[in-house]
């Protein structure tokens, strides 16, 4: 047998050959691949944001268009009145959880978000940057219901009715039922993911009802903020920022205790949305 480490053409004679090893390039281990790799994921990744966060300001323009247009109209009109009022609120919530939340999450709420990071089921970047576009799609809505039907009703900013300690107080349990029903339809395999956007709907109908007399059932930075700047009537701002963050806070870590829920601190939190329960 030849010696030659190729194969015979004319003899027919055969020589072994050991195959070669296939050549695995590790990810890991090839700087300039690995970087390749990583600049596509972080691009991909502000991408989704940047989408994400458009879907968040056209979700938010219609939340507050609808809701404190609803206002603005009752208060020019008296056609739709408080009952009205509260059915609007918690009909357009319900409507944009259907079109946008198994893109976005639906999280139509800094407050919402806020108690998802504290309790590890957000990262805490996402939620600063969907707060950001909620503020600034309340704005613009604002801006139009104030170009279109004029300084009707502070355009539609919650203003309490009684002491800041009675608002701040309502603002905060109101909130608490509020994010207590989200983390369950929400973050529990054993709730029924389909009917979320009429428990979170319904909830906010329902606290509009009852307590929209007593603080205007803002329950939501956002929905206060775009009025609140666009008519500069600030002075009971801070209650509408801070009542919100406290109630949604206990109500995230409320269903944590009753659920028997213990958050994580060693991995990266599960992001939660209204479309996560099955």
């Not at 009025?227 to 009971?236: E, I």
Request: glycine content about 10%.
């Amino acid at each position: 047998m030849s010696s030659s480490n190729h194969l015979p053409v004319a003899t027919g004679e055969a020589t072994w050959q050991e195959p070669e090893e296939p050549t695995v390039v590790e990810p890991l281990s090839d700087p300039l691949l690995f970087d390749g790799i990583r600049s596509r994921r972080v691009l991909g990744y502000f991408v989704d944001l940047i989408l994400i966060a458009i879907l968040s300001v056209a979700a938010w323009f219609a939340l507050v268009f609808a809701g404190a247009g609803a206002i603005m109209v009752d208060a020019k009109t008296q056609a739709l009145g408080h009952v009205g009022v509260a059915i609007v609120f918690g009909l357009v919530i319900m409507a944009m959880i259907y079109a946008v939340g198994h893109v976005s999450g639906a999280h139509f709420n800094p407050a919402v978000s806020f108690a998802f990071a504290l309790t590890r089921h957000f990262p805490w970047q996402r939620a600063a940057a969907y707060a950001v576009a909620q503020i600034g799609g309340a704005i613009v809505a604002a801006a139009l219901l104030r170009a279109s039907l004029g300084d009707y009703a502070t355009l539609g900013a919650p203003l309490p009715s009684g002491s800041t300690a009675q608002a701040f107080l309502w603002e905060a349990v109101l909130t608490f039922f509020l994010m207590f029903v989200i983390m369950a339809v929400a973050t529990d395999t054993r709730a029924v993911g389909e009917a979320a956007a009429l428990a979170i709907g319904g909830t906010v109908g329902l606290d509009a009802l009852f307590g929209g007399p007593i603080t205007g059932a803002s329950m939501n930075p956002a929905r206060s903020l775009g009025p609140a700047l666009v008519s500069g009537d600030l002075h009971a701002l801070c209650i509408y920022v801070s009542a919100p963050l406290v109630g949604a806070a206990l109500g995230a870590l409320a269903y944590q205790f009753v659920r028997g829920e213990q958050p994580v601190r060693d991995e990266a939190p599960e992001e939660a949305s209204v479309e996560a329960a099955p």
